[in-house]
């Protein structure tokens, strides 16, 4: 079963250093979603592509979080500087087609990031 | 906002005992909604879902229906196992961007 793929799995940094994480979607899904999980609360997502465009960045905290997804394939998550703060665990999921509401988007096993 | 509610946990089992983890939900139009799991150290599973009022999406012994008169999706099982330990996350998906606004998730302990 085809399934998203995520590195890496664990990261521990010290702040204000850089992290950039790392996502594959599953063969032919169009959405791609970034979400952020902090310990005991429910995912919230950060950005989501369309194929390569962005279509909702809103809650991307922009002057030190970034995201590519060049080709419309993989995706990168960025962050520079770190800070405490920023410590959660970020899950990548993707969907066939995404502009659906009724689209089951698909989670990878995540990265948990530590930040000291 | 779109939001969702979930009981608080954990909740604690004894096998073969009755499940009910209450979900309730704020939305706009006519959401989707969804019940995830998530096990020790995995990313989220999609364990059931309903896009319309009066479904009932089942999977592995778990169901839920969508209760549009009371803005309820709560999970059940009737016979819950070990193996069931786990994060349950009620979700719902509104407009067309396909965005999942999540609960803040019941822990669920199932002692043999």
């Known amino acids: 079963e085809a399934e998203v793929a995520q590195s890496p799995r664990y990261k521990i940094t010290e702040k204000s250093q850089a992290v950039a994480f790392w996502c594959d979607p599953i063969?032919?899904?169009?959405?791609l979603y970034w979400y952020r999980q902090i310990l005991g609360q429910g995912p919230e997502l950060l950005v989501q592509f369309q194929d390569e465009s962005v279509v909702d960045d809103s809650q991307l905290p922009k002057d030190r979080f970034s995201a590519e997804r060049l080709k419309g394939v993989d995706s990168t998550l960025k962050i520079q500087p770190a800070e405490l703060g920023d410590s959660a665990m970020y899950l990548c999921?993707?969907?066939?087609?995404?502009?659906?509401?009724?689209?089951?988007?698909?989670f990878g096993p995540g990265t948990r990031l530590t930040v000291l | 906002g779109d939001s969702v509610t979930q009981m608080e946990g954990p909740v604690t089992l004894s096998e073969e005992a009755f499940l009910t983890i209450n979900c309730t939900y704020t939305a706009t139009g006519y959401p989707s909604l969804f019940w995830y799991v998530q096990y020790p150290g995995e990313g989220l599973q999609l364990l059931l879902k309903?896009?319309?009022?009066?479904d009932k999406g089942s999977n592995k012994g778990f169901e839920a229906t969508y209760r549009k008169e009371t803005t309820s999706f709560h999970l059940e099982k009737g016979s819950v196992q070990v193996s069931d330990s786990a994060v349950y996350f009620c979700a719902l998906s509104a407009g067309n961007t396909g965005k999942l606004i999540f609960g803040q998730g019941t822990t669920l302990q199932v002692k043999p």
């Open positions: 309903a896009t319309k009022a009066d």
């Open positions: 063969s032919g899904h169009a959405t």
């Open positions: 999921a993707s969907s066939l087609v995404g502009t659906s509401g009724t689209d089951t988007q698909y």
